[in-house]
């Protein structure tokens, strides 16, 4: 079929003129506001102070019972009434995406050195649970693919956290995966590298991302539209110096998460604060001091 858009032909100009004029009027009426995100849908509505925080189990909850970054773990999780998994990715030397937080090996298995120097076969022979307690002894290193296929049965949603940096290489397989499970609209992609997070913005655009960032320094809006983000996870140190930047963050239609957040002392300052959500090892602590009305 031939097109004629490259010839414009006369009946097709008062359509562009209009579309210019709007163009126009956007610009004017954006201009103000062009580097404002305003995308955070997957949060539902920003929150006020006093409203209850949702809850993301951090790298699967893994303080509330079973060992970090595995499947026992998420499955507590899942459990909990935790809106959120967050959990960590790395790719094996051979390129399959493994949820782990260490570079190395050496602290949640029994096996030694750097994640990425090591095939799949080898990693997924080795015990990731037995650090943790004997009772888990025989639990594996899981790939994204088993997260993926737990969640996708429940209404839960997961932050996925790339540690390190990545290439749109690297990301391709990650946001296929997520798309296959048809997860793209319960996946968050997070991270500290905002390059990396730029690099999923091409790669797998509808996967939202949220940027990790010790403190806020400058204008949230133009540090989220590095890689388009849609909210920033930022730490309990620097919003207990800098309350205020809840609502700068809120201000440039960002949601903001808080993390790691284990006590409930914390958890009383963060609800009070109005951020949207918290960071816990401990989701299912979380759980029974919510059911006590003390949240
Ligand atoms: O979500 C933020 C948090 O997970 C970053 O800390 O080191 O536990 O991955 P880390
Ligand atoms: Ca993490």
Redesign the pocket.
């Known amino acids: 079929m031939t097109t004629h858009w490259h010839h414009s032909p006369t009946h097709y100009r008062p359509l562009a003129a209009a579309l210019a004029v709007l163009g126009l009027v956007l610009v004017v009426v954006l201009s103000p506001d062009a580097v404002r995100v305003e995308a955070v849908n997957i949060f539902g509505t920003l929150h006020a102070p006093g409203e209850l925080s949702f809850v993301?189990g951090?790298?699967g909850g893994g303080k509330d019972g079973a060992p970090e970054n595995t499947v026992p773990a998420f499955e507590l999780s899942l459990q909990s009434d935790a809106d959120f998994i967050?959990t960590?990715l790395q790719l094996t030397s051979d390129g399959v995406p493994v949820l782990m937080?260490d570079f190395t090996l050496d602290r949640t298995t029994d096996g030694a050195g750097p994640v990425w120097a090591s095939t799949w076969a080898q990693v997924s022979r080795l015990d990731a649970g037995s650090w943790f307690d004997p009772a888990f002894a025989g639990t594996r290193v899981p790939r994204l693919d088993d997260l993926l296929d737990i969640v996708r049965p429940t209404a839960k949603r997961v932050?996925l956290?790339l540690?390190g940096s990545w290439n749109d290489e690297q990301l391709g397989p990650v946001v296929d995966e997520i798309r296959s499970h048809g997860l793209a609209d319960r996946v968050m992609i997070?991270g500290?590298d905002v390059r990396s997070l730029a690099a999923a913005q091409r790669v797998g655009p509808e996967v939202q991302r949220v940027i990790?960032i010790h403190d806020v320094v400058g204008d949230p809006a133009v540090l989220a539209a590095t890689c388009g983000a849609v909210a920033i996870?930022t730490s309990k140190a620097f919003l207990r110096a800098d309350p205020g930047a809840v609502e700068r963050i809120h201000d440039a239609g960002l949601g903001v998460?808080i993390?790691?957040l284990n006590s409930s002392k914390t958890w009383s300052e963060a609800i009070a604060l109005g951020v949207d959500g918290i960071?816990t090892d401990k989701p299912l602590e979380l759980d029974r001091w919510l059911a006590t009305g003390a949240g």
């Open positions: 993301a951090h790298r967050e960590d937080h932050i956290e540690k997070a500290f990790i996870v998460m993390y790691t960071i």
